[in-house]
């Protein structure tokens, strides 16, 4: 399983770094990312400590270090998104026009245009945005959170009317959000994705954390 969207306490979610990656571990998980949820306040210091985790973790998974970029105003999106690179995000997610938060509209253009690695959660996404997300090689999330869940179906349709590129997250913030890898492909059927287009949704994951990797 690889999976790169997840929270720790060092934003919303309940675990530290350690406890989150042993959980992902033995659920099966090959590679993640910790994203915990920035703006311009804590971005910094959050991934002080994101990088300085990764960088010193020994253990069964693969952690690279993320942010995501929550609920900055679009027009602020790209100077937010620099400085979560310059403080080393590998793994820069966005958190985009879910249809359960009020995230401002225009959220999921900017952060498209900011060059994030994948647009998490976004909602009922336009096919003229899907279709630069195709061109900027922005991956498209289906997510295993409940509510961010709801459109998954509408993201897998847009992928496929544009080719943008789909990535699968749990989007965790607690240990019972973890999920399995034949789990995660069910919610992914779920939304109307055949079985290869599944395969080809993971198979991207694999290519994604090689580049991810190389920075
Ligand atoms: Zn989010
Ligand atoms: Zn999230």
Redesign the pocket.
């Known amino acids: 399983m690889i999976d790169l969207h997840m929270h720790t306490f060092l934003s919303d979610g309940v675990l530290v770094p350690s406890e989150l990656a042993r959980r992902a571990a033995m659920t099966g998980y090959r590679v993640m990312a910790i994203t915990d ?1 920035v703006d311009m306040a804590n971005a910094q210091s959050a991934l002080e400590q994101i990088t300085r985790f990764c960088a010193t973790y020994r253990g069964n998974v693969k952690v690279i270090p993320g942010a ?1 970029i ?1 609920h900055v105003p679009p027009e602020m999106f790209a100077e937010v998104a620099r400085l979560c690179r310059r403080h080393g995000a590998r793994a820069l997610v966005a ?2 026009e ?1 249809i359960v938060e009020p995230v401002a509209p225009g959220t999921n253009r900017a952060a498209i245009e900011a060059g994030v690695d994948i647009l ?2 976004p909602g009922l996404i336009s096919e003229e945005d899907a279709r630069l997300a195709a061109e900027r090689g922005v991956a498209l999330e289906i997510s295993g959170r409940s509510g ?1 869940s709801l459109t998954n179906g509408h993201v897998a349709a847009m992928a496929r009317a544009t080719g943008a590129r789909l990535v699968f997250d749990t ?1 965790s913030h607690a240990p019972g959000d973890l999920m399995p890898l034949a789990l995660a492909r069910k919610v992914a059927m779920g939304a109307g994705m055949t079985m290869e287009e599944v395969d080809r949704m993971f198979q991207f994951a694999e290519e994604l954390v090689e580049k991810l990797a190389k920075g």
Request: without cysteine.
């Open positions: 949820h995501e929550t958190h985009g879910t998490a959660h961010h989007d």
